[in-house]
């Protein structure tokens, strides 16, 4: 399923998706518009739980609300932003800069590679988190996450936490070949 908006819209919305169907389990998505915009996964009444097998995109994602889960291997090459609701990864997430503020990410290797990463609340939960370049972190939940270095460059695998920042830790918290900064 291929993205065919011109412009920032919202993910349940079939106008914006090629053949005016909103991509299901055995999709690969694809969105990748000229200029900067921003796909969104609101919340939905009834809540619904949006599933592709895989997603590919060179714009920003945000997730506000719902559920949008990802089967395989994924990319969001722009700015991964979750704000309410719950993003799930099956195997691997790799995303150009992170923020999370609410809602919660779950599932797999999240692979933060861009730079500006940042938390302030929300939960990651259940995964592997690679850093590319420092977390800074003032707020959240890391629930049974492990934290890894990825590539070399200055501040990856890094977790700054803010000063008076409030990170809550639940479960276990595994450090491989990474290190946090209170």
Aim: aromatic share 4%; net charge negative; proline share 1%.
């Amino acid at each position: 399923s291929t993205w065919i908006s011109g412009v920032s819209g919202f993910w349940d919305v079939a106008a914006n998706w090629a053949g005016g169907f909103i991509p299901g389990a055995d999709n690969d998505v694809v969105i990748d518009q000229a200029g900067d915009l921003t796909v969104t996964v609101r919340t939905t009444s009834p809540t619904r739980t949006f599933t592709v097998r895989s997603l590919f995109s060179n714009e920003n994602i945000a997730v506000t609300g719902s559920t949008l889960t990802l089967i395989d291997d994924s990319v969001i090459n722009g700015r991964l932003t979750v704000s309410g609701g719950v993003l799930s990864i099956g195997t691997q997430l790799d995303t150009g800069a992170l923020t999370v503020s609410s809602g919660t990410v779950s599932g797999g290797r999240l692979i933060a590679s861009g730079s500006s990463n940042l938390m302030t609340g929300g939960t990651l939960s259940d995964l592997r988190l690679m850093l590319g370049s420092r977390f800074n972190a003032s707020g959240g939940t890391l629930s049974n996450v492990t934290l890894s270095k990825q590539g070399s460059s200055i501040g990856a695998g890094q977790v700054q936490i803010r000063d008076g920042g409030d990170m809550r830790i639940v479960g276990a918290l595994t450090l491989d070949n990474a290190e946090v900064t209170l």
